[in-house]
């Protein structure tokens, strides 16, 4: 199962710096000038899990798979982007394919570094873009809302209920709310998922502060964190200088940098984990002699999902699913130690999904 996370933000604030660290490439250039990245980079990126290694040890498995995530550079915004300025067509056709949006914010003075607008103001630059986004989904539903008038008449089921989410979003809209902000009840999430309003997308606020600022933020980022706060939005702190630098050393070159700036951590490894917490999922562990694997799954997801993530024909033929807590699995020494003290669960067809959960399928065909 894939989840893409589109970066997205204004021309020079670091979009292309991040991707570049984020996939360890120089795929995408980052040049000191607007549009920079014509067409979208699409990079996957290995999710660090500090487990899945432990792990891979106890079982003395082969090979060690971590889970992926895409990471999907953008072209820049400008103002004017609903009506097609800039590359703004192409540039909301590629978010509306992501499940998430990173909003990379400026939150650094540099002479040497052109603004668009000609000044660094992260609220701002969050507020142009969000702008743009809420204009094209006040388009598209007027256009759609049309569409709909025969089949509502007509009595269509699915078709009156999309009109009603429509036209629910496009009052949010017409206040100044992003659709996000609205409260979807569970028998609506499928058809509001299937509308694909760009604002309805859970949003990342990516603070970009210089070197030195990067362990403790600044003005600026503490400004877009009251915002993504009142938003119920996540934000993340990052200088994409130094992420960019790590992504050059080896394991103990970086560990060794990081602690010389006071960084317990990457600040990739955070934006990962905000990203899967934004998105409300979560990693269940495969795990034997031939390899160590994690796999990403929703929260919430039942165990015949989860079994169908890994093949298809495994969640069509699901029986059960042998789950062990990865803190039992560890503190045992693994499958048989568990099953020996009886940690090793018995899970069917009802089961969520745990994170961290160790699990084996059966499964018939």
Not at 118 to 139: C, F, K, N, Q, Y
Not at 220 to 229: F, G, I, N, P, T
Not at 319 to 337: H, N, P
């Amino acid at each position: 199962m894939g989840f893409r996370m589109g970066i997205v933000g204004l021309p020079n604030v670091g979009k292309s710096t991040l991707f570049n660290a984020l996939t360890r490439t120089a795929a995408a250039q980052a040049e000191n000038f607007p549009f920079c990245t014509i067409e979208p980079n699409v990079g996957e990126v290995a999710v660090p899990d500090a487990r899945l290694p432990r792990l891979a040890d106890i079982a003395k498995s082969k090979a060690v798979i971590p889970a992926r995530m895409t990471f999907i550079d953008i072209a820049g915004l400008v103002k004017g982007a609903s009506k097609g300025e800039g590359l703004g067509n192409q540039f909301l056709a590629n978010i509306r394919e992501c499940d998430a949006i990173a909003h990379v914010l400026r939150c650094f003075e540099d002479a040497d570094v052109t603004h668009v607008d000609g000044r660094v103001d992260p609220l701002a630059d969050a507020e142009t873009i969000e702008t743009e986004l809420m204009l094209a989904d006040l388009e598209s539903i007027e256009r759609r809302l049309q569409n709909l008038v025969r089949k509502v008449r007509g009595g269509d089921k699915e078709a009156v209920q999309a009109e009603r989410l429509l036209k629910a979003a496009q009052a949010a809209l017409e206040e100044g709310r992003p659709a996000r902000t609205l409260d979807i009840a569970a028998e609506d999430l499928k058809a509001w998922r299937m509308l694909q309003l760009l604002t309805a997308k859970p949003v990342l606020y990516v603070c970009n502060v210089a070197e030195d600022e990067a362990a403790s933020g600044n003005a600026l980022s503490a400004r877009v964190a009251e915002m993504a706060a009142a938003q119920g939005a996540g934000t993340v702190v990052i200088s994409a200088r130094i992420e960019e630098e790590i992504a050059q050393l080896d394991r103990e070159e970086a560990a060794e940098f990081l602690t010389e700036l006071g960084l317990e951590e990457a600040g990739l490894d955070r934006l990962i984990r905000e990203s899967y917490r934004l998105l409300g999922l979560q990693t269940f562990f495969t795990v034997g002699p031939k390899e160590a694997r994690a796999w990403t799954v929703p929260v919430g997801t039942k165990a015949p999902q989860a079994a169908g993530v890994i093949h298809g024909d495994f969640e069509r033929g699901f029986i059960r699913a042998e789950t062990t807590a990865y803190d039992d699995y560890v503190a045992l020494g693994g499958e048989q130690g568990a099953r020996d003290a009886g940690k090793l669960r018995v899970e069917g067809k009802g089961y969520e999904v745990r994170d961290g959960d160790v699990m084996h399928f059966l499964h018939s065909g």
